[in-house]
């Protein structure tokens, strides 16, 4: 299918600046922006319309994502959002509308190398005055669980063993980074095990995207962001042990010895700030930290 048949100028104008594929149709009415793939334009309208009244999927972070049945099967959508401070101040609006429809154009691109990402059919943005809201549409993955449910103890009912999950999910952000694509906000959450035992990646908004794959410094900078992440969650009591996360490099390096180099760098640049984490274990009452912290045995 090619979206492009009669669009209007403003369409056309939207294509050329954001180099939206012909896979991708657009329709730009007065207050709102429509990007979908064949068969999904129902599902673009159905959110443009009314969010809210459509119904909560359980799965989701700080914001409920909607689900909407159509004939193509279930889709999911997630609202932008601001992180930090500035959601508090402004809310989920923005000053530019372009986030969703960016993230859309980059997970199509990034499918059609046939890279572990979660498949994107749509974004909806709406104009507010002089702000934006936007909604991502992707196809719903039914019995799929992220990696932070997962190390909470959820899982498909046919999930391989732990180890080679693990290893899995370090090779999809392996073949990103090697496509030179940085994601913003690694972390196990945004790591989804479908029901056959696939690792995709989720969230692509605000993620850098280069022509060459990324240098070690920013891959350095990623898998020390998930590192963190899984500190955070072994505070909480999960089970994000050591061993999970060399797995994880087992499968990001391609080989133990490699995996190791990683490991050992990525423990010593978090040692590097254990007096403000000391602080902050003491501040909280927990009497020393936890494992994956403390750079327990990987063998």
Do not use: C
């Not at 048949?5 to 657009?26: D, K, N, Q």
């Not at 974004?123 to 799929?144: C, D, F, K, P, Y």
């Amino acid at each position: 299918m090619d979206g492009r048949h009669g669009e209007s100028s403003e369409a056309e104008a939207i294509r050329r600046r954001l180099a939206v594929p012909g896979t991708i149709a657009l329709r730009v009415g007065p207050r709102d922006v429509l990007a979908f793939v064949a068969g999904f334009e129902a599902a673009a309208r159905a959110v443009a319309s009314a969010p809210e009244a459509l119904p909560k999927s359980d799965r989701g972070g700080r914001a409920p994502l909607r689900r909407v049945e159509t004939p193509a099967g279930a889709v999911l959508a997630r609202p932008a959002q601001k992180g930090g401070l500035l959601r508090r101040v402004r809310g989920d609006r923005f000053r530019g509308p372009w986030r969703p429809l960016v993230e859309l154009v980059l997970l199509t691109r990034l499918r059609a190398l046939r890279l572990p990402v979660i498949e994107a059919v749509g974004a909806v943005i709406h104009r507010h005055g002089a702000s934006w809201t936007g909604w991502l549409l992707t196809r719903e993955q039914g019995g799929s669980v992220d990696l932070g449910a997962w190390l909470r103890g959820a899982s498909p009912a046919e999930a391989p063993p732990p180890a080679r999950i693990a290893r899995r999910a370090g090779r999809a952000v392996r073949e990103l980074h090697d496509a030179g694509v940085r994601h913003a906000d690694l972390h196990p959450k945004n790591l989804l095990l479908t029901a056959d035992g696939r690792v995709l990646v989720l969230d692509l908004d605000k993620a850098a995207s280069h022509d060459r794959p990324l240098v070690e410094s920013a891959r350095f900078g990623n898998l020390l962001r998930l590192a963190r992440a899984m500190d955070k969650l072994a505070l909480q009591g999960v089970r994000a042990s050591p061993r999970t996360m060399f797995r994880f490099l087992e499968g990001y390096a391609g080989t133990r010895q490699a995996a190791r180099s990683w490991f050992e760098r990525l423990r010593a640049r978090r040692a590097a700030s254990r007096s403000w984490q000391g602080m902050w274990w003491r501040l909280t009452g927990q009497a020393k930290p936890p494992r994956s912290l403390r750079g327990g045995g990987v063998a």
